[in-house]
C-alpha cells in the first residue's frame, strides 16, 4: 500500500528558510515522478513542483520559481523541497504526490500524502 | 498560464440527485485534465484522468467527458459519501487547478 507522509511544516518568519520532507513507501519509488502542491487556506489547490524520477528534469511553478528547490533521495526514498526567502503568501498545505505513471511524468497524481502545514508570519 | 473555470462554485444536492459540474480552459487543452474529490481535512483523491478514464477503484457512478476547452464531470446518483469539493486540474501546461465547486446537502 502506497504512503506518503509529509513533515517539517511549521511557523516561520517572512524571509526564512524551511525543509519539507515526504517519506514513501509501499512502491518503487526511483520509479515515478514526484511532485508537491499546496492549498492555502479556502483556496483552490496549486501545483507547486515536479522532479523526474531520477532527478534529472525539475519544474516550478511561477510562483516559486527562483526560492524553492525540489530534491530527492532515491535510496531514502524521500522527497524534498527547500523553501527560501517565504513570503506570507506561501502559508499553505504542502501536499506530495505522486505521479500516476511509471518513468513517464504525466501530471495525474493518484497518491497524496495527508499534507504538512506551513505557517509564514512576524 | 492555463486558466481554469468551474461551474458553479457550489451546489446543493439531495442523495438520489444527477450531478453536473462544468469545466473550461482558456485555451485548448485536449483532453488532458483530470477530476479530483476532497473531503474536509483530508488530500485530493484522483477520481478520473485524460477527460474520462476512470481511475481504478472509483465507482461507475463518476463520468466525465469533453475535449478542447469544455469538459463535464458527472454523479449519476449522489450518495451521501460524495459531499466533498470537486477540482478540475489541466495538464496539458503546467498543471493547473479549478477553483473548486462544493457539494451540499440541501
Known amino acids: 500500500q502506497v504512503q506518503l507522509v509529509e513533515s517539517g511544516g511549521g511557523v516561520v518568519q517572512p524571509g526564512r528558510s524551511l525543509r519539507l520532507s515526504c517519506a514513501a513507501s509501499g512502491l518503487i519509488f526511483s520509479s515515478y515522478g514526484m511532485h508537491w502542491v499546496r492549498q492555502a487556506p479556502d483556496k483552490r489547490l496549486e501545483w507547486v513542483a515536479v522532479i523526474s524520477y531520477d532527478g534529472t528534469n525539475k519544474y516550478y511553478g511561477d510562483s516559486v520559481k527562483g526560492r524553492f528547490t525540489i530534491s530527492r533521495d532515491n535510496s531514502k526514498e524521500t522527497l524534498y523541497l527547500h523553501m527560501n526567502s517565504l513570503r506570507t503568501e506561501d502559508t499553505a498545505i504542502y501536499y506530495c504526490?505522486?505521479?500516476?505513471?511509471?518513468?513517464?511524468?504525466?501530471?495525474?497524481?493518484?497518491?497524496w500524502g495527508r499534507g504538512t502545514l506551513v505557517t509564514v508570519s512576524s | 498560464d492555463i486558466q481554469m473555470t468551474q461551474s458553479p462554485s457550489s451546489l446543493s444536492v439531495s442523495v438520489g440527485d444527477r450531478v453536473t459540474i462544468t469545466c473550461q480552459a482558456s485555451?485548448?487543452?485536449?483532453?488532458?485534465l483530470n477530476w479530483y474529490q476532497q473531503k474536509p481535512g483530508k488530500a485530493p483523491n484522483l477520481l478520473l484522468y485524460d477527460a474520462s478514464n476512470l481511475e481504478a477503484g472509483v465507482p461507475s457512478r463518476f463520468s466525465g467527458s469533453g475535449s478542447g476547452t469544455d469538459f463535464t464531470f458527472t454523479i449519476s446518483s449522489l450518495q451521501p459519501e460524495d459531499i466533498a469539493t470537486y477540482y478540475c486540474q489541466q495538464y496539458d501546461n503546467l498543471p493547473t487547478f479549478g477553483q473548486g465547486t462544493k457539494l451540499e446537502i440541501k
Open positions: 504526490a505522486k505521479d500516476r505513471l511509471i518513468v513517464g511524468g504525466t501530471f495525474q497524481f493518484d497518491y
Open positions: 485555451q485548448d487543452i485536449s483532453n488532458y
